[in-house]
């Protein structure tokens, strides 16, 4: 089944691992200051065990031990009851936060200066459109705490930055800072020339508590992955680091029409892995690594700290300008990206008959992914191999006519001739003989012996993540700034999105564009369904949204629990009432409804099946960096397919929580192009 997308193949967007807080994952971070006075004196720190570390941490020459056994004694556990290591303000209350922190224990050292100490893993959500925050700590007495800090962000930040642990850690609890050892290496030597890079995000799932807060809604936490496959399980030189494959799983889809269930069968039998790794540690702590080449590799790891550097320069331009003492906001820095399975036909020495690029197989939805996939029930004997000058040895299908080939074809050119033309310079779809003639699949030998894949990169692709909008209402009027916390290929911005949007949002929702010499309104097409009023808009400086199209570079598109099969005729009303219920305003869902009814419409199916992403489906897929961050956040985004006849089995209702508005608030609706 194929979902649109847009691909862009080079990116200069910073890598997710360089937004993310050490010991954090890709938390929701925003530029500049969250208070606009500084805070109130912190509570004096009680007395606690001290040990050989300074509050103003010195990072060691490594931090992961080498010992031949196990750094830690125990395994992942959760605590119970409420740690108090989060600041918690009334709108966290009102928010239900509190109801979704999580605490858990990951081991006791076992030696080195935090010896006797048990290791802490603290969760709480996002404050605005972005991803879980995560800190690791150490302690004692479960009184007062150490707090990993390996790049000393307590203390290169103001306390009032976001960037700043103490933004969401309770001070009073930290005796100090430091780096704490692990036994996940930054990067695992495997076979050369291959090398596996170690992603900053602990492995975590979202999942329902079976309870409900105060409120009646149901609560979500994010927990650690404690359950694996041994089926699984890769032979590794690690000591005391298990590693296993990363898996794929296909049991949510639900084809409706023979080629969806052909396509669906077909990645059924070939695509059971993917080269994502997952390095589990002797408590179950899990990091995902990604399979990349030591060149890559070197190549990224030696710039990383000068890219964190521009980082933290580009932050504190962007404060000076929130400060008013620059005149522009400050141009974002370009970033390399981040490591993994990629070469160009020049780079491979490849041969004219070959296409230009390659990276990742068989990407789908609005959503990408930095491993690729591995192959099963694939041997030597179905596949030659290719001369050329890359560091591994290239291989093709001898057969032409394979089900992966059609795969690849349709993932590719499932969209129109019209919709493939506008992104591929006026191009017509080619023929699978001719799409399959230039070899668009390329495989390769992992260090376990597998096959893997990559994919051809040049055809472009229409769809993807079709016109979210984003409404902003803050309480009075403000100056917003708005980007993407990780990778995403646009398509569609308006007004135009350089280093993010940078608005004046008024109370009504009306949004004046500050960096307008950006936007070309002679560009805009408002002939284009969604785009009627963008052009006026445009020419006025005064937009009722934010309008992107695109697709997420680095995150999978997520699965959609429930729905519904809604007939033909049903569309409107069905829609008008769960928007309804979900917590639209008349008028946003007066556009939402305009824009998605007619493009279901166009498929002139006689059932969807419909159901919705929410908010924190969102807030991990497409994370945003909001300054300064709203009071609440509503996303909303549409998952459907056409189908040509009703399904003979039915699928469960899906849950939807109710959205309740306060103070300065965000809100966005989108769906997926098909």
């Known amino acids: 089944m194929n979902k649109g997308y847009s691909l862009l193949l080079i990116i200069n967007i910073i890598a997710l691992s360089l937004l993310v807080l050490s010991g954090v994952a890709a938390g929701a971070y925003y530029f500049g200051t ?9 509570i004096p720190q009680e007395k606690s065990p ?104 307590t203390v290169t930040f103001p306390i009032d930055d976001w960037d700043n642990p103490y933004t969401y850690i309770n001070k009073s609890k930290i005796t100090s800072t430091t780096t704490f050892d692990t036994d996940h290496p930054k990067t695992i ?38 359950s694996y496959n041994s089926a699984s399980k890769l032979t590794s030189s690690q000591n005391v680091l298990s590693l296993y494959a990363g898996g794929t799983d296909w049991s949510n889809s639900q084809p409706q029409n023979e080629k969806d269930k052909t396509a669906l069968a077909t990645r059924i039998k070939y695509l059971h892995n993917t080269t994502l790794v997952q390095g589990v540690d002797s408590t179950g702590l899990t990091y995902s690594y990604v399979l990349t080449t030591q060149k890559e590799s070197d190549s990224y790891l030696s710039v990383a700290t000068s890219e964190e550097q521009k980082l933290i320069a580009y932050k504190k331009q962007v404060a000076l300008y929130n400060e008013k003492k620059i005149p522009e906001y400050p141009a974002y820095p370009t970033f390399i990206p981040f490591p993994g399975m990629r070469l ?3 780079s491979a020495g490849l041969g004219a008959e070959y296409y230009n690029s390659y990276d990742s197989a068989f990407p789908g939805g609005c959503g990408g992914t930095l491993s690729t996939y591995v192959v099963s029930s694939i041997t030597d004997v179905d596949l030659d191999p290719v001369a050329s000058k890359a560091e591994f040895p290239l291989f093709v299908l001898k057969d032409s006519k394979h089900p992966l080939y059609k795969l690849a074809y349709e993932t590719k050119t499932d969209q129109g001739d019209e919709s493939f033309k506008a992104v591929n310079n006026g191009k017509s779809i080619p023929t699978l003989d001719a799409y399959a003639s230039k070899h668009p699949l390329l495989f390769f030998k992992d260090t376990w012996g597998r096959w893997a894949i990559m994919g051809e990169f040049d055809l472009m692709l229409m769809g993807g993540c079709g016109k979210p909008v984003v409404y902003l209402y803050p309480e009075k009027p403000t100056v917003v700034h708005l980007e993407f916390s990780t990778p995403m290929a646009l398509n569609t911005q308006i007004p135009f999105y350089l280093n993010g949007w940078l608005v004046k949002a008024h109370p009504d929702g009306t949004l004046n564009d500050l960096q307008p010499q950006y936007t070309d309104c002679s560009k805009i097409d408002g002939s284009k369904i969604g785009s009627e009023y963008a052009t006026n808009a445009c020419k006025t400086n005064s937009y009722p949204y934010i309008y992107w199209s695109g697709k997420s570079v680095t ?120």
Not at 628 to 654: E, M, N, Y
């Open 34 to 42: 969250k208070y606009s006075t500084p805070p109130g004196n912190m």
């Open 50 to 153: 001290q040990i050989p570390f300074s509050s103003q941490s010195v990072t060691p020459t490594s931090n992961v031990t080498q010992n031949k056994t196990p750094l830690f004694s125990g395994t992942l556990k959760l605590i119970t009851k409420d740690l108090g290591l989060f600041k918690i303000s009334d709108i966290d209350k009102e928010n239900g936060v509190p109801d979704s922190i999580v605490y858990y224990e990951a081991g006791t050292f076992n030696s080195g200066a935090l010896k006797g100490y048990t290791r802490v893993l603290a969760i709480r959500p996002p404050e605005g459109p972005g991803q879980s925050l995560q800190f690791m700590l150490a302690t004692k007495d479960f009184t007062s705490y150490i707090l990993n800090d390996p790049k000393n962000k």
């Open 189 to 226: 030597t495997v076979e050369k020339p291959f090398i596996l890079i170690k992603e900053e995000s602990f492995l975590l799932v979202n999942e329902n508590t079976g309870k409900k807060n105060s409120s009646g809604y149901e609560i979500y936490q994010e927990t650690p992955v404690m």
């Open 344 to 346: 160009t036909k020049s």
């Open 555 to 674: 995150n999978s598109y997520p699965k959609s629990e429930g729905g519904w099969i809604v007939e033909k005729e049903n569309l409107l009303p069905f829609m008008q009432s769960k928007l309804s219920e979900i917590g639209l305003t008349q008028k946003e869902s007066s556009d939402m409804i305009s824009y998605w009814v007619p493009k279901m419409n166009e498929k002139n199916a006689p059932y969807y099946r419909l159901s919705f992403l929410q908010t924190k489906d969102m807030n991990a897929f497409i994370p945003m960096n909001v300054n300064p961050h709203p009071d609440s956040v509503l996303r909303v985004f549409l998952d459907w397919k056409a189908l040509k006849s009703k399904p003979t089995v039915g699928i469960v209702p899906q849950k939807l929580t109710k959205f309740e508005r306060n103070g300065f608030t965000l809100v966005e609706w989108g769906g997926l192009l098909e």
